[in-house]
Structures are given as structure tokens and as C-alpha cells.
């Protein structure tokens, strides 16, 4: 039988799918496989890893979903499935997958979902029969900070944590408009990547892993199979040609991600900030997020202790100022322009920077 004349719907790891024009009836009761969550700072190559698992004939990677963190109930034995499905449609991001309301409200009638969770893992399950695949996970960015409330509801979570370069992250968020200033910049990596990796020390190395975005473009095979092995996939060699599905899956990221590179091979000299940021920018970066740079291991422009004192005291002293207008609350105004920040959620602190307000 096909779904919407094109997809067959088959049996998927979180139960069965079956149904026809009329409805779509998910069954719950089988195994849990496990769910991956790609997470990152913006900019660090995850919708990359999210075309490479499209391009799996298995794996359905979908889109940016806030609604999974935002849409959680604060009083669970009151969830309720008309007001999830109003919450999923009010959701700019979420009508970029392509699920008809329809189809959506059509299975929950004919498999009405228990509670929350239950009725997530639905729509993933309905967005991966969709593309004919047999396992589902998300990509998105900012889940980095919810990594708690995300894996204590679904157990069957498993984190990939993808972690760039801050100072090639910072090159593009400038050259993008995303951030008006270098240290903005800086501290918006840093706060990602060390939430991340407070998370995965509690979860531990069942349901949390780190990959460099620099292992990915220079050893992507060898980093596809560590994960494909953290969430029990099969590797299969249709992961190292992930431009023939750039096209779809640009088509359901948010508008501002601007992936303009996708459709092309992996490129690993694409951004470097040797070569594309000023000394001076690379030397504010550093006063910021220095130490983080160092524990991962990243080159430092100059070893810290070998750095020459004028070059780290006038990147402090930029520092200090941009950091005291910003307690002030008389920091310079963004950059970038009104729509992209509609898209993207930008506050003059940058993506998701904001003043903490979920969307």
C-alpha cells in the first residue's frame, strides 16, 4: 500500500505504520531503537551530519523541531492531543517538514497517543514513513541546552554532540550578520559546547557523543562509523554522497541557515580562520573562549603563556569595554537583518541568545 501514492508504509523501530488514504494508525507496541539527537553550536557542520544520515536508506534525520522542547507539558496528565497538534502547526519551523494536518490529526484518531512522549515519537514515526525510511532522529542545534529534560523523556535518546572550531564558527556568524561583534560570538560557542559537554558527562558514553566537525570533512567514513555504531546503525556507503539529498533537505531547514555548500562534496578547507579572520579578531576569541579552545585541543593563535603581552592586554581591555556596555544593557544593536532574525530567533546576542525566552 503507498501513502500519498508515493511511500510505502512499512514496519518502522518505533512500531508499525499502517493505514491508508483515509488514515494512517501507528502501532506503539514495538521496540524502542535508539533515537539520535544531533546537537551543536550553529555553524558547526550538523546539518551536514544531517544530510549524511538522510542520504542513509534507513534514516529519517528530520528538521529543526523546537516544538519537542517548547511544546512539553508543564502538567503531564494534562496533555491534551488538540493543543499538541495546534502547537505543532503554530510552529513555523515545524510546517517546513511537509506533514499535512490532515495526516497528522487522521492518526492520532485512529492510534491515539498516551501522553506527550508518546505522541512525539508519533509524528517522527509519521515523518519517516513519509520518506519510506525505518528510523527516525532530530537535528537540532539548540536542543544542546535541553539535553536533560530531552533524554529523561525519552530513553531511547542518543546525544551526537558536533563540535567546530569556535573561531571558524564566529567567522561565519559574523559574515552571516548573526553577531555584531567577535566576543558576542565567542560566548555563544562557549556557552554551547560546554553545555553539551556537562550533559555528557552525566549521561556517559552509552548516550553521548562528541564528534569534531575537522574529523568529519577530513575522515568522514571513519566518523560516520563511530556514528552509525553509537546508535546501533548499519554504515552503508550511500552516507559519503550526501549532496544527492542537499536539495530536499535544504528545502526544510529554516530559512536563514543559508547551507549554500551542501550540494557539494565535503570541503575541508572551506572555512579557516587562519585565513579568513584578522589576528586581532583571532586574539579577542581567545581572551574569551581560550581556555575552552585549549581543552579541546584546538591550536591557539599563540600559546597562551608565549602570548605577547600588548597583543593579550588590548584584547582584554576590548573586551572588558564591549563586556561592561553589555551588563549595561547599551550594547551596540544587531546587524542582521529583520527577517533572518524572524527566522533564526536572533537577539542581539545571536542565535537563540536572546533573553532566554523559549519560542
Known amino acids: 500500500m503507498q501513502a500519498s ?69 508543564a502538567r ?46 508519533h509524528v517522527y514515526t509519521l515523518w519517516a514513513a513519509q520518506r519510506g525510511k525505518v528510523r527516525y532522529g532530530d537535528k537540532t542545534g539548540d536542543h544542546v541546552l535541553s539535553l536533560g529534560p530531552i533524554t529523561s523523556l525519552f530513553p531511547e535518546a542518543r546525544i551526537i554532540h558536533v563540535i567546530r572550531d569556535g573561531r571558524d564558527v564566529a567567522a561565519s556568524f559574523m559574515e552571516l550578520g548573526w553577531s555584531d ?18 550533559a555528557g558527562e552525566l549521561l556517559g558514553r552509552e548516550r553521548y557523543l562528541e564528534i569534531r566537525y575537522e574529523d568529519l570533512v577530513t575522515r568522514p567514513e571513519d566518523t560516520l562509523h563511530r556514528l552509525c555504531g553509537h546508535i546501533a546503525l ?18 526544510t531547514e529554516p530559512l536563514a541557515n543559508r547551507n549554500r555548500y551542501l550540494g557539494r562534496p565535503v570541503m575541508p578547507q572551506l572555512r579557516d580562520w587562519r585565513r579568513d579572520q584578522p589576528p586581532a579578531a583571532v586574539d579577542r576569541f581567545e581572551v574569551v573562549a581560550g581556555d575552552l579552545l585549549a581543552e579541546l585541543d584546538y591550536e ?18 576590548h573586551w572588558l569595554a564591549w563586556h561592561s556596555r553589555r551588563l549595561r544593557g547599551r550594547g551596540a544593536p544587531a546587524t542582521q537583518p529583520t527577517r533572518q532574525r524572524k527566522d533564526k530567533g536572533l537577539g542581539p546576542a545571536g542565535p537563540g541568545m536572546g533573553n532566554g525566552k523559549r519560542r
Open 5 to 73: 501514492g508515493a511511500v510505502a508504509w512499512g514496519a518502522l523501530a518505533c512500531g508499525a505504520v499502517r493505514g491508508d488514504d483515509d488514515g494512517v494508525e501507528v502501532d506503539p507496541g514495538g521496540p524502542l531503537a535508539a533515537m539520535p539527537f544531533v546537537v551543536g553550536c550553529n555553524r558547526s557542520g550538523l546539518t551536514l551530519v544531517r544530510a549524511m544520515f538522510e542520504a542513509h536508506p534507513d534514516m529519517a534525520l528530520g528538521p529543526e523541531s523546537k516544538f519537542l522542547v517548547t511544546g512539553i507539558p
Open 234 to 251: 548499519p554504515f552503508d556507503p550511500a552516507m559519503l554522497n550526501h549532496q544527492r539529498v542537499a536539495g530536499a533537505v535544504t528545502r
Open 76 to 121: 503531564p496528565d494534562r496533555f491534551s492531543v488538540a493543543r499538541f497538534v495546534d502547537h505543532l502547526f503554530a510552529d513555523e519551523q515545524f510546517r517546513r517538514w511537509g506533514l499535512p494536518r490532515t495526516t497528522v490529526e487522521l492518526s492520532f484518531h485512529a492510534t491515539p497517543p498516551a501522553d506527550y512522549v508518546d505522541a512525539v515519537r
Open 181 to 198: 561583534n567577535i566576543e558576542r560570538a565567542a560566548l555563544h560557542w562557549r556557552q554551547r559546547v560546554l553545555k553539551g559537554r556537562q
Open 300 to 317: 591557539l593563535r599563540t600559546p597562551r603563556r608565549g602570548q605577547a603581552l600588548g597583543t593579550r592586554l588590548a584584547a582584554r581591555s
